[in-house]
């Protein structure tokens, strides 16, 4: 897992902004750093962008940034396997971050400050069970998941698969892992 | 010959109007004078739609500034003059760029026209504000982010869609006597920019619409989210400022050409939802007001 910043990058980019995520052309140039920065790691890396120094960010810039960072990432034909996981966000942040995902259909894995790990944006009630199985099991095989969760073989190995693609999960041989798990 | 735009006694958004109808029926090249000197009180969104009124005139139009030493006074620690004098030949002397130690101005008027000003806002209201914003409006951490998002997503629609600078403005006041009873925050952005429906011209909204005109396109803007990009993302900001200002039971307005919508009317005011066939004014102009929680039972 690689730790970045997301203030450091925002100082970066636009250090005017003091902190503060806001307006469309600021979350464009804040992704296109973090976007670099996330292309010199190992291909399925996962990076940790870290909001907890970041004030206030607002719906259209975490459209530009987070939204948009991670579309490509999760698209039929990525061009590399990367991963995001946001940590040190608060409840300003989640709102907004929750509100682009939800508007593009993506997801995000949030961890709290409480150390939970959490699901964040549009997923369904089977993905959703599927994940909470894979993270409270540090990793399972479809069998394993499916019937802890009550589903047919066949249905959990498609949502899981389609859990890796959204990039909220891994695939590990013939198992899933939760993000930050060992490769 | 010069035409006179009386500015009422009173300025705020509903008492602007009166502005704009006089304005209406003067010819778009023809010299006006602005004459506040009655004007013995001006909102936030008084003060920057009369910037906005200057902007929008082929013609550098004259002010008679307020003969009140007090709104005299106001309007300079506001910032009013310090951009009057840009935009209008004031007539008569006004006080000197005055420092704003009114505690009540939480952002003097401040020009919106490009990406740093809006950082400087979101800047500058986190700094210097937030102490007074949650005494004044004991507002939750979380809705307090919510006032700066508010804040930026408004002017930000001046620097994305406007075409033009514009101007914003925060200012508390003590509304106990008034219907709301408690204390209450306004936002006023106002711009003399494109407006609503040149913006969404080429928008796919406008090309599926029977009806095209002011009404439509800030019905769309406002309550549908639509943007002049095809971008799903785009159209957010107004969404979230609609979410938060309900949340808290504030109130938000949006006039633009012709039409003005309040998508937000809360029980402590009464509005007209949607209106069109308004005295034309250019650009759009966006009003909050954010009233003082309320004392949990």
Redesign the interface.
């Known amino acids: 897992m690689s730790h970045i910043d997301v203030s450091v990058a925002l100082e970066a980019a636009a250090p005017e902004a003091h902190h503060h995520l806001v307006t469309r052309r600021t979350g464009a140039v804040v992704r296109s750093v973090i976007e670099r920065q996330i292309a010199k790691l190992a291909e399925g890396s996962v990076a940790v962008l870290d909001f907890s120094q970041i004030g206030v960010l607002d719906r259209s810039c975490a459209d530009e940034f987070v939204a948009k960072l991670v579309l490509p990432m999760t698209s039929e034909r990525p061009s590399r396997e990367s991963y995001v996981v946001l940590v040190g966000v608060n409840e300003g942040h989640l709102d907004a971050i929750e509100a682009v995902l939800e508007t593009h259909g993506l997801a995000l894995v949030v961890r709290f400050d409480d150390g939970v790990t959490h699901l964040v944006g549009t997923v369904s009630q089977a993905e959703r069970q599927l994940w909470d199985c894979v993270m409270t099991r540090a990793g399972a095989a479809v069998d394993e998941a499916a019937e802890a969760v009550g589903l047919a073989l066949e249905e959990a190995q498609s949502t899981l698969e389609t859990l890796v693609r959204r990039r909220l999960l891994r695939r590990l041989d013939d198992a899933f892992a939760p993000l930050g798990a060992p490769a | 010959m010069t035409a006179v735009l009386t500015v009422p006694a009173s300025l705020d958004e509903a008492q602007f109007e009166s502005v704009i109808e006089q304005l209406a029926a003067v010819p778009a090249d023809a010299k006006v004078l602005v004459d506040a000197r009655h004007c013995r009180f001006a909102t936030p969104y008084g003060l920057t739609a009369l910037l906005c009124l200057a902007q929008s005139r082929a013609e550098r139009p004259d002010f008679a500034p307020p003969e009140d030493e007090q709104t005299l006074s106001y309007w300079a620690r506001a910032q009013f003059f310090r951009y009057a004098e840009e935009l209008y030949t004031i007539r008569g002397t006004v006080p000197r760029r005055a420092a704003s130690g009114d505690s009540d101005v939480l952002l003097e008027l401040t020009p919106v026209n490009g990406?740093?000003d809006?950082?400087?806002i979101?800047?500058r209201i986190?700094e210097k504000a937030q102490q007074i914003l949650n005494a004044t409006l004991d507002l939750e951490?979380?809705s307090?982010?919510?006032f700066?998002?508010t804040l930026?997503?408004a002017a930000?629609n001046i620097?994305?869609h406007a075409g033009r600078g514009g101007w914003v403005m925060v200012q508390r006041y003590n509304w106990s006597k008034r219907r709301v009873g408690r204390d209450v925050v306004q936002i006023a952005v106002c711009d003399a920019g494109m407006g609503f429906r040149a913006s969404l011209e080429g928008s796919r909204a406008r090309a599926l619409a029977d009806r095209w005109d002011d009404q439509t396109a800030l019905e769309a803007a406002v309550i549908q989210g639509v943007s002049r990009f095809a971008d799903?993302?785009?159209g957010?900001?107004i969404?979230?400022m609609r979410g938060w200002v309900h949340r808290i039971d504030g109130k938000l307005t949006v006039r633009s050409g012709t039409a003005r919508i309040a998508p937000i009317i809360p029980d402590w005011d009464e509005d007209v939802p949607l209106q069109g066939g308004l005295p034309a004014f250019p650009g759009a102009q966006i009003n909050v007001i954010i009233p003082r929680r309320m004392a949990r039972p």
Do not use: L, Y
């Open positions: 990406n740093d809006v950082q400087g979101v800047r986190q951490p979380r307090t982010m919510g700066s998002m930026s997503e930000s620097i994305e799903p993302g785009r957010q900001g969404k979230g």
